[in-house]
């Protein structure tokens, strides 16, 4: 029988770092989640639907929003997965340990969802519609992962 050689290619490494502005909007948002743990959401004044993160333009009747409206570390579940297979972060530049629970949360009062980490990696343990709460970091930075992840909260 043949021996099959398994062939990689690398193609070395090299630090690319970058940086780019969230915008105003985002930049609110972000600064409140740094200085404050505050979730802000931005309403639309033709539909009333509230968006988090906030946009500057609704994305339903294409609209300019500037009513600013805060919303509770708490949601719903609507969307997850568990991701089983690692892939590099680019936030950090290294693989993220696997597994780890993945997920879309509609804050209360907003109609968006918001996509971020669950605490949670067995899927059994996970169901839409779950009840789930923002952990946040000790230390932030002005960044969505100032949220660690999101956490269910037992009923
Ligand atoms: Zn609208």
Same mark, same amino acid.
């Given at each position: 029988? !043949? ?10 490494? /090299? ?54 409206? !805060? &919303? ?45 980490? &669950?605490?949670?990696?067995?899927? /059994? ?11 946040? !970091?000790? /230390? ?14 037992? /009923?």
């Amino acid at each position: 029988m !043949e021996k099959k050689e398994l062939l990689t290619i690398s193609s070395g490494e /090299k630090a690319q770092p970058f940086q780019w502005s969230v915008g105003r909007y985002g930049s609110k948002f972000l600064a409140e989640l740094r200085d404050h743990k505050r979730i802000l959401g931005i309403k639309c004044s033709s539909c009333g639907w509230v968006y988090v993160p906030p946009r500057r333009v609704c994305g339903k009747c294409f609209v300019e929003m500037s009513e600013w409206v !805060e &919303l509770p570390p708490k949601g719903t579940l609507t969307a997850f997965t568990v991701l089983m297979f690692s892939f590099v972060d680019p936030d950090t530049g290294k693989e993220r340990p696997v597994p780890y629970g993945y997920g879309y949360i509609k804050f209360d009062g907003a109609d968006s969802s918001f996509p971020h980490f &669950l605490e949670e990696t067995d899927y /059994k343990k996970i169901k839409i519609g779950a009840r789930v709460e923002a952990v946040f !970091e000790e /230390k932030r930075r002005g960044h969505l992962l100032d949220i660690k992840h999101f956490r269910i909260i037992p /009923k």
